[in-house]
């Protein structure tokens, strides 16, 4: 596995934007990566994912605002986020994934006021 640090959370007005980062160790080539976030008592959910092949997918509620990539050459990926609202308040996690175990980063805090 590789350890994962995030970056770039912070607070934010609604309607605003943010761009999370996430730093692996070593090389990210072989893992699905993604973004999970949880908020103050709830579960924690996942926010997005991306294969190794490059495949996307989307929470519902992030569709067209959030989207996720990765750079290889980098070992980051990256979520940008538009459109912030209030209920995407939660500290948001990057994770590497191969043959079904997970590895977490610490996390990050996002804040959007109202």
């Known amino acids: 596995q590789v350890q994962l640090v995030e970056s770039g959370g912070g607070l934010v007005q609604a309607g605003g934007s943010l761009r999370l980062s996430c730093l692996a160790s070593?090389?990210?080539?072989?893992?699905?990566m993604g973004w999970y976030r949880q908020a103050p008592g709830k579960e924690r959910e996942l926010v997005a994912r991306?294969?190794?092949?490059?495949?996307?997918n989307y929470a519902d509620s992030v569709k067209g605002r959030f989207t996720i990539s990765r750079d290889n050459a980098k070992n980051t990926v990256y979520l940008q986020m538009n459109s912030l609202k209030p209920e995407d308040t939660a500290v948001y996690y990057c994770?590497?994934?191969?043959?079904?175990?997970?590895?977490w980063g610490q996390g990050t805090q996002v804040t959007v006021s109202s």
């Open positions: 070593g090389s990210i080539f072989i893992f699905a």
């Open positions: 991306i294969t190794n092949g490059g495949r996307e």
């Open positions: 994770t590497a994934e191969r043959f079904g175990v997970t590895g």
